[in-house]
C-alpha cells in the first residue's frame, strides 16, 4: 500500500515542479547580450584624431554644440573642430525636430611625426624687443579665435593656389635647432615665388601685416568661427578691412619669417580649434558619426 502510494504522488509531483519551472522561466530576465551585442546595440566607440573634423548628419537638423558653444548645422550636418591638441574625451550635442541626442567621442592618441628643422638663431632665441614684438602679435590674433559673424563659407573651401600640390607637415612636432617648439597647426604647399595665393571663401580681412613668424601673413574672417591664414607671403594684396570675394588674389608666396624656403603655410582655425585643412579642402575626410 505504500509502494502504490508512492507511485501516484510521483506524476503529481512531477507536473508541479514542470508548472512552477515554466513560471519561473516566463517571469525571469532576459539573459545579459554578449560583450559584442551590448556595444553594437549602443552604438560602436568612436575615436577621432586631434586636428580631425568629426560630422554627425541627420534629418531636421536645429542646432549644434560642443563644450558650451552652440552654433547652426550646415548643410543637414552637424560639424566639430577638435583642436590639435584636445585630449581625453568630448561629448557632441545635436538638437533636431525628432529630439536632442548626444554621442561622447575619445580623442585618440597624437599621431604626428617629429620634424627637425634648421632656423636663423633669431627664430630660436629672439631679443628682449623681438620677444616684446612676439607678444604683442599673439595677442592681435588671439582676439579673432572669439569672432562670432555670419557664416559665409561653403565646404569645400577653395584651394588657396591654383594648383595645389600634396599638403605636408600639419601636425608635426617641431624641433627648431635642437629646441622642441608648438606643432605645426597649417599644411604646408610647396610653390615658387610669386605664385598668387587666392581665398579660401568670401569673408574679411582682419589682419593683414608682417609678423615674425609668420612673415608677411593674411587673415580672414569666413563667419561661423572660421578664420582662415595665409603665412610667409612675398607680397600682401589686400589691406584690414577689406571684403573678398571666394578665390579673389590675397597676394604671392614668399619665404617671409621663420622658413627653410618659398612655400604657403596655409591654417585653419574653426570656433578657436586649429584642424587640418585638408579635411574642409575636401581633400581629407571628416569622422563620420552613422
Not at 35 to 61: D, E, F, K
Not at 271 to 287: S, Y
Request: proline share 8%; hydrophobic share 45%; with cysteine.
Amino acid at each position: 500500500m505504500e509502494l502504490f502510494g508512492r507511485s501516484t504522488a510521483l506524476p503529481k509531483l512531477a507536473a508541479v515542479l514542470s508548472v512552477a519551472l515554466a513560471v519561473a522561466l516566463a517571469l525571469a530576465p532576459p539573459p545579459a547580450p554578449a560583450a559584442g551585442a551590448a556595444g553594437a546595440a549602443a552604438g560602436a566607440a568612436l575615436a577621432a584624431t586631434p586636428g580631425s573634423v568629426v560630422r554627425w548628419a541627420g534629418p531636421g537638423l536645429v542646432s549644434c554644440s560642443m563644450a558650451g558653444r552652440e552654433w547652426a548645422p550646415l548643410d543637414g550636418a552637424c560639424w566639430y573642430p577638435l583642436d590639435l591638441e584636445r585630449t581625453g574625451s568630448v561629448e557632441l550635442v545635436r538638437r533636431s525636430a525628432g529630439g536632442v541626442a548626444s554621442r561622447r567621442v575619445a580623442i585618440a592618441a597624437y599621431p604626428w611625426p617629429t620634424q627637425r628643422l634648421e632656423v636663423e638663431e633669431r627664430y630660436v632665441a629672439p631679443s628682449a624687443a623681438e620677444l616684446a614684438r612676439i607678444a604683442r602679435e599673439k595677442e592681435r590674433v588671439g582676439r579673432l579665435w572669439s569672432l562670432a559673424t555670419p557664416r559665409r563659407f561653403t565646404l569645400p573651401l577653395a584651394a588657396p593656389l591654383d594648383s595645389l600640390p600634396p599638403a605636408s607637415r600639419f601636425g608635426a612636432r617641431r624641433i627648431f635647432n635642437g629646441e622642441p617648439r608648438s606643432p605645426h597647426s597649417g599644411a604646408d604647399f610647396a610653390a615658387a615665388p610669386g605664385t598668387l595665393v587666392r581665398a579660401a571663401a568670401a569673408g574679411r580681412v582682419v589682419l593683414a601685416e608682417e609678423q615674425f613668424f609668420a612673415g608677411r601673413a593674411v587673415f580672414l574672417d569666413h563667419g561661423d568661427g572660421l578664420i582662415s591664414m595665409s603665412f610667409h607671403l612675398d607680397t600682401i594684396a589686400v589691406a584690414e578691412g577689406d571684403e573678398v570675394a571666394r578665390g579673389q588674389t590675397l597676394g604671392t608666396v614668399g619665404a617671409t619669417g621663420r622658413v627653410t624656403g618659398p612655400h604657403l603655410h596655409f591654417a585653419l582655425r574653426w570656433r578657436g580649434a586649429r584642424v587640418d585643412p585638408e579635411i574642409l579642402l575636401g581633400r581629407g575626410a571628416p569622422v563620420e558619426i552613422r
